[in-house]
């Protein structure tokens, strides 16, 4: 098994120069020497074959002895020199200082067809990071991890990506709902890969240890190799860059809000530079339409990450990152423009959206309230988003039985009467008239419709499923929803279980309705 290895973010930024494991303050440096650590019985449960192929390996390599030993941390990779991360953050609001790659070792960077892909080990054991945990991972959060990772890149949202998930063959101790009751778990190794896993937080550890030398040094090594289109060494660059970011991470809250995607931690840890969705941990599909709703256990009482909350979170978040990087930009005003800015574009690209997924070619800022009442008529009773998305394709502009053709998306039909029924009927009226004024046939709508409506998504429930079985050794049903969830926008018939409604059973189960940050 070759890989083409070609380590920049180790080579061109400053180490930790000490090389043991000890849980540590680290200055000066984005980065510490970390070993992965050996699993006790390791065992290889999915490997993504277009993962296999982005680094130029072939499915025999993925059931080679050598894959499994490498990605489950048993052996290192010839030329590889592990380390972990160096970062810190905003969790819930508040600066929690230095936190890092407290569970994640990075193997290195390879490269193929002009394709930078840093690997990354999650569950891999403690770093000088770690804090006070084990640096370990639970079978459960990392099925969710890698499926969803894959499902989240077919559904064309930015996203990290995974590549294999391994069981390590040891027992991790977790308090799953942290109520005192604590139960082994399998543990468990995904390899996550991405351009670069540096996240805003790598940034913000600098800014606060007032380490503006390192800091100018990072943010550098970031335009060079991930935002070749900015202009370096002029006054606008860092500004540049800052702007950039805001962009792509508005572009990445779009596509969750799109769909029903809802992150659940969104620490700035947890926030790629490259505006990908990284760190899937208590994050949760939108089920019944709820702008409320948040999947984090942790996060009930506030509810600071709920769905309709994000794109305002994001902004804080880039709000952060600016401050960061004042002593680059040196300009408050002008990182106050980026953030205005932000502002503005959120409408707009909020309404394109909108407007793409009832349908709207030529949408005009008058449609502005139409997609306001439809979402506040979704959440007058539970209607499930994405069966109402996808069956209001089947409405057009001369249906007699509109409020027939979404019934499927509502939870309690029985509630669909008097004054709900009145406001669905009105609403789906003005949707009709609305239709008039479109160029397109209602065949070709839907054609377009069905493009940004997906079909499949990773239902909360379903992921449970597939970690049930997986907790009796049955590794079917991960495949199953893999391979589904590669075409979420196309019909397949066969796999019409899963264009249905979250079970009653799901509603307040722990795992569907209810996560928790213990993984
Ligand atoms: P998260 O909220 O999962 O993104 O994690 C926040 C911080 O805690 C990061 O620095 C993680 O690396 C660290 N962390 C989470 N779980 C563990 C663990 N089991 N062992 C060590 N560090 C962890
Ligand atoms: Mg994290």
Redesign the pocket.
Known sequence: MKLNLQDTFSKELPADPIREQSRRQVMNACFSYATPRIPSNPSLLHVSDEMLEALDLSKEDAASEEFLSIFSGAKLLEGSDPYAMCYGGFQFGNWAGQ??????TNLGEVVHNDQRWALQLKGAGETP???R?????VLRSSIREHLCSEAMYHLGVPTTRSLSLALTGDEVLRDMMYDGNTAYEKGAVVCRMAPSFIRFGNFQILAANKDTDTLRVLTDYTIKHFFPEIKVGCEETYLQFFREVASRTLDMVIHWQRVGFVHG?M?T??MSILGLTI?Y?PYGWLEDYDYNWTPNTTDKAHRRYRYGNQPNITLWNVAQLGHSLLALIEDEQALKSVLEEYKRNYVERYHHMMASKVGLENSTPEDRKLFIRLEEILQLSEADMTIFYRELTNVDQDSNDALEVIQSAFYKPEEITGDIAEQWSQWLNDYKVRLKNEDRTAAERKIAMDKVNPKYVLRNYMAQLAIDKADLGDYTLIAEFYEMLKRPYEDQPEMNQWYAKRPDWARHKVGCSMLS?S?
């Open positions: 936190l890092g790659d407290g569970r994640a990071y770690s804090r945990a084990d640096g370990l991972a931690v620490n840890d947890n760190d941990g940050c993984s």
